[in-house]
């Protein structure tokens, strides 16, 4: 089934390997949940210093928490409110260098720092966020927001 390895080489050869995870994790797998759960579990594993990695989903009226990995969080967020609700009502990707500077921040996890929040799209349906948090400022990248996008991608064609 799935073997934990270290990811070693480049990061542009360890978000390869992720990918490549990911693909054979929800190749055969239908069930929206396990496919959320697992690609959440692989992201805590693989990107080093993050406090929190998750979805939340799009209920038709707002961001309801949906499968992650870290400590509880918030349930639901309204469309347009915090980095995860600005992000699913502007279908765009966020990275932000501090949290705590970016106006009507919802503070879940006290220890966050910094945030990227990838909208799920499909089509013309928004189907949630993808949310990674990190303790530390600055944490998140260009390289790491195109690694997250393409995590995205293949995710979402098999929701």
Not at 43 to 68: H, R, S
């Amino acid at each position: 089934m799935f073997e934990n390895i270290a990811y070693s080489g480049t990061r542009e050869e360890q978000y390869q390997t992720a990918l490549s995870q990911l693909q054979s994790l929800i190749a055969d797998e239908p069930d929206r949940v396990a496919n959320l759960a697992n690609a959440s579990a692989l992201l805590k594993q693989c990107l080093n210093d993050t406090n929190w990695a998750g979805f939340y989903l799009y209920d038709g009226t707002e961001l309801v928490l949906g499968p992650f990995q870290g400590l509880p969080a918030c349930i639901r967020i309204p469309l347009g409110k915090g980095v995860c609700g600005t992000s699913a009502s502007e279908r765009r990707t966020l990275r932000i260098a501090d949290v705590h500077e970016f106006p009507g921040h919802i503070a879940c996890d006290a220890a966050s720092n910094s945030e990227i929040v990838v909208p799920l799209v499909k089509g013309d349906t928004l189907i949630g966020v993808l949310d990674i948090d990190s303790p530390l400022k600055e944490r998140f990248d260009a390289q790491d927001q195109a690694f997250l996008e393409q995590f995205a991608e293949i995710l979402v064609k098999a929701l």
